[in-house]
């Protein structure tokens, strides 16, 4: 059973590596790698009532996974329904392509860790399309957002799907890995950040030429700003929520979800059908990727059979003894999630080590949040902003690598190294 098992996962994962060569979406390959997983388990267990509870226990912690990233990811399209996010892009203003390269890193950074990477590199590479006029420009900069993105998101329990499934399991603290990754992820962006910046000086910025807007927005300044501030408060303050009341963040957020759909339903309640239905919650739950909310579906009930088999012990059983260094396994982790996706191999880690060995907020979590956070940044198909940035610039996986891939790798490994340095001090 354990070698079959083993065969199904291993060609489950390179189904969702090979997703583009291949045209089959990583979901399907995702729910069909974990019905397969899961019969066979069943099939081949003698004890029924104990797979219907181990089924029961990870539907559960899956469940709290994807209730969440609903709420975040419905509460993020009403705010862009709204154009709310115009309240920070169009405080962007200058002249020198340096200068605006350091101020879109920045924003990006900060942005990503409040919303999350996915939805900033969107809504960055947007705005870049409205400042920029030449390509090569757009494709640099669009390339640096998806690093500033994942950098942005590693150390917030809310801006990468991989650091808010370690939050909600309990492998760390908000408050913890603030403090603990903010330094690493900064270097991280900084340092490719800077070369590129340097090559930069003395370019100016070149503008596309204006086009007069024909589309008429049906939310006013005052509703844009409501929206937005509160959308951002609600995501802010799930944290908080969570700290208060015990609750799981996923309650936090839905109950800001409702907030907001109230607030939203009486800010609109006198306009047509028609102008604010594209305002609405209801067809900002229409917009969500649902295709992504489907494959964590199926790859976390994947990667869980693994555990309940007791395979994924085993291989951590396995690694300790010969590689032996947590740092060396963890970022041979960060390094391999620039080949595939960082959401299985997140979930084998919380399979592989327990919290009783390894309790919330040590170096193993962290580490882990660090290095699969960032490391998906140097190959474009790494992470979910790199694909999102290919896809709207159509950036080439060769041109990023010639151009790109070095820069990422040189900021991974110096974040790398800061976290391994300030841990040691400070413990």
Known sequence: MLSALIIIFIVTYAAIALEHPIKINKSASALLGAGLLWTIYAVFSNNDSQVNHQLSESVATTAQIVFFLIGAMTIVEVIDAHNGFEVITSRIKTTKLSSLMWLVGFVTFFLSAILDNLTTTIVMISLMKKLLDKKEDRLLFASMVVIAANAGGAWSPIGDVTTTMLWIGGQITAASIIKGLLLASLVNLIVPLSIVSYSLRGKAVISPVKLENTITLQSNEFERKVVFFMGLGILVLVPAFK?????????????????????????????????KQHLSLVHAL??????????????????????????????????????????????????????????????????MYDLTTYPPDSFLWEFVAYCAGTGGSILIIGSA????????????????????????LIGYLAGNTTYILQYNITH
């Open 243 to 275: 700290t208060l009341t015990h609750l799981p963040p996923f309650m936090g957020i839905l109950f800001g979800l409702g907030l907001l759909w109230l607030v939203g339903d009486l800010l609109h309640r006198n306009k047509d059908d028609q102008d």
């Open 385 to 408: 902003a790199g694909v999102a940035a290919m896809g709207l610039e159509k950036i080439q996986f060769v041109w990023y690598l010639k151009k790109i891939s070095w820069l990422a």
């Open 286 to 351: 229409m917009r969500i990727d649902m295709s992504s909310i489907v494959f964590f579906i199926g790859i976390l009930l994947a990667v869980a059979t693994l555990e309940h088999s007791q395979i994924l012990s085993s291989l951590a059983t396995f690694l300790d003894q010969t590689i032996g260094r947590q740092d060396v396994i963890v970022t041979i982790m960060g390094l391999i999630s620039a080949i595939v996706d960082n959401v299985p191999l997140v979930a084998a880690s919380i399979g």
